[in-house]
C-alpha cells in the first residue's frame, strides 16, 4: 500500500477507535441506568435498546446516500456534530433527572445520529484504495475499532459508578475532538459541487440498488453472518451461564479473547487475505465461524470454549473486512456510500436477528439437547460461507480481489501534519 495511503487509512482508524471509545465510556451503561435509576422493568429496558438499534438501519441508509451526494467529510463531520449536541443533551437529562421520555426521546436521536458515521468513513477509504488495498486498509480500522471497544467500557465503568451523565459528557467531548482531528487531517477526493453535479439525492433509489443482484445477494449473506456473530454477546452468555454455571468473569474472559484476537491477527488476517480471491477468503472465514460456534455446544470446559470463540474470531477477521471490500468493489464511483450504506443496514438488521434467535434457540432448542442451538448457528455460517463462495461467478476477477489495477492516487487527496 502506498505511503500516504496508509497514514490515511491510519487517520480513520484511529478516528474509529476514538469513536467506539467515547460510545463505550457511555451507552453500554443505558441499560442498567434504565433498570436500576429509572425502575424499568428489564424486559421493557432489552426491548427499547433493540428498538433504537433497529433505527440505525435508517440512518446507516440515509449516511450512504448523502454522502454520495454532498461528499464523505460533510457527512462525517455534521453526523458527528448531530451526535455531540444529541449525547450532551442526554448527558444533561440524566443530570437534572428528567421525566423518562425525554431522556428515551434524547436517547433513540442519539443511537439514530450513531450509525451516520461509519458508511460514509467507509465510502471515504473505498475512494482512496484499490481493489487489492481495501482488505488491508478495512482491516486497519477493525483494529481501530477493536481496541477502542477494549478501552471504552473499561473506563466507562469506572465513570458511571460516580455519575451517568459524566459519562455521557466525556463521550461528547471526545466526539468533539475526533471531529477538530478529522477535520484537520483528511479532504475528500472530490469536491461537494462536483458530487452534487453527479446525482442528487434518491431515497428510491436507494431501496432501489438492492435491484443489483450482487448487492441483495452479500447483504442476505451479511444478515446470516452477522446473526452468528452476534450469539458471542446473547447466546454464549445464555449459555455458559444458565446451562453451564459459569461464573461471570469467564463469560468476560471469552470476549476479550475475541478482542484480542482482532488487535494482534487482524493485520497479518489482511495480508494473507490480500493474496486470496475474496469469494473464496470468505469462505474459509464462515466455516471458521462455523468450526467455532458450531462446537460450542459439546463443550463445558473454559479452555474448549474459549477454543471454539478463538476459532470464531479467526473467522471474524476474515468476513469482517471482506464483505465490506466485496460491496467496495461492486459500486460504481458515484454509488460506493449507497452500497456501504445498505450494507451497514443489513448488518444491523442482522445483529437484531441475532440477539432474538440466541434467545429462542436457548429457551426452545437448548432444554432438549444442548448442542443443538450451536449446531444450527454453525450450518447458518456454513450456508453463508457457500453463499460468498458462490459467488466468485458474478465477479469478475478485480472485484473478486484477484487482479490489482493501480489507481493514481494524488498526494494532495490527504492532508497530513
Not at 436517547?107 to 484504495?129: E, I, K, Q, S
Not at 436477528?353 to 449446531?375: C, K
Amino acid at each position: 500500500m502506498h505511503a500516504v495511503t496508509r497514514k490515511g487509512m491510519w487517520i480513520v482508524a484511529i478516528a474509529n477507535g476514538l469513536l467506539l471509545f467515547g460510545y463505550g465510556l457511555s451507552l453500554p451503561f443505558f441499560t442498567i441506568y434504565l433498570v436500576g435509576q429509572c425502575q424499568l422493568p428489564p424486559a421493557m429496558a432489552g426491548l427499547i435498546v433493540a428498538l433504537a438499534g433497529l433505527s440505525r438501519c435508517v440512518s446507516s441508509a440515509l449516511s450512504g446516500e448523502l454522502a454520495d451526494s454532498f461528499g464523505r467529510k460533510t457527512v462525517m463531520l455534521w453526523g458527528l456534530f448531530s451526535q455531540i449536541v444529541a449525547m450532551f443533551l442526554l448527558g444533561l437529562c440524566i443530570e437534572l433527572r428528567a421525566q423518562v421520555g425525554w431522556v428515551l426521546a434524547c436517547y433513540f436521536f442519539t443511537t439514530f445520529l450513531g450509525a451516520f458515521f461509519r458508511p460514509a468513513a467507509n465510502a471515504w477509504v473505498t475512494d482512496h484504495t484499490t481493489p487489492k488495498q481495501r482488505v488491508e486498509a478495512f482491516g486497519m480500522i477493525r483494529i481501530g475499532l477493536n481496541i477502542g471497544w477494549a478501552l471504552g467500557p473499561a473506563v466507562g465503568g469506572f465513570l458511571v459508578r460516580y455519575s451517568y451523565s459524566m459519562a455521557f459528557y466525556f463521550t461528547a467531548l471526545l466526539y468533539a475532538t475526533t471531529i477538530l482531528y478529522l477535520g484537520r487531517l483528511i479532504k475528500d477526493r472530490t469536491s461537494r459541487r462536483k458530487n452534487r453535479q453527479t446525482r442528487k439525492p434518491s431515497f428510491a433509489a436507494m431501496v432501489g440498488s438492492l435491484k443489483d443482484t450482487r448487492l441483495a445477494k452479500i447483504c442476505l449473506y451479511v444478515v446470516m453472518i452477522t446473526a452468528v456473530n452476534s450469539q458471542l454477546v446473547v447466546g454464549l452468555s445464555i449459555h455458559c451461564k444458565q446451562y453451564l454455571q459459569m461464573p461471570e468473569y469467564f463469560i468476560g474472559w471469552f470476549f476479550t479473547i475475541n478482542g484480542l484476537v482482532v488487535v494482534f491477527l487482524q493485520y497479518w488476517a489482511s495480508k494473507v487475505m490480500s493474496q486470496m480471491r475474496l469469494s473464496v477468503a470468505m469462505f474459509w472465514g464462515c466455516a471458521l465461524y462455523a468450526i467455532g460456534f458450531g462446537s460450542v455446544g459439546f463443550f463445558n470446559s473454559f479452555f474448549l470454549i474459549g477454543l471454539g470463540v478463538f476459532l470464531a474470531g479467526v473467522g471474524e477477521l476474515i468476513v469482517s473486512p471482506g464483505e465490506q471490500t466485496m460491496v467496495s468493489n461492486i459500486a460504481s464511483r458515484e454509488t460506493r456510500g449507497r452500497y456501504l450504506g445498505m450494507l451497514m443496514v443489513f448488518y444491523n438488521l442482522g445483529s437484531a436477528v441475532g440477539f432474538f434467535m440466541a434467545g429462542v434457540l436457548g429457551d426452545y432448542v437448548a432444554p432438549h439437547y444442548l448442542p443443538g442451538p450451536w449446531l444450527i448457528v454453525g450450518a447458518v455460517a456454513l450456508l453463508a460461507g457457500i453463499g460468498f463462495w458462490r459467488m466468485r461467478y458474478s465477479l469478475t476477477q478485480q472485484e473478486d480481489g484477484k487482479q490489482n489495477v493501480p489507481v493514481p492516487i494524488k498526494k494532495d487527496t490527504i492532508t497530513l501534519n
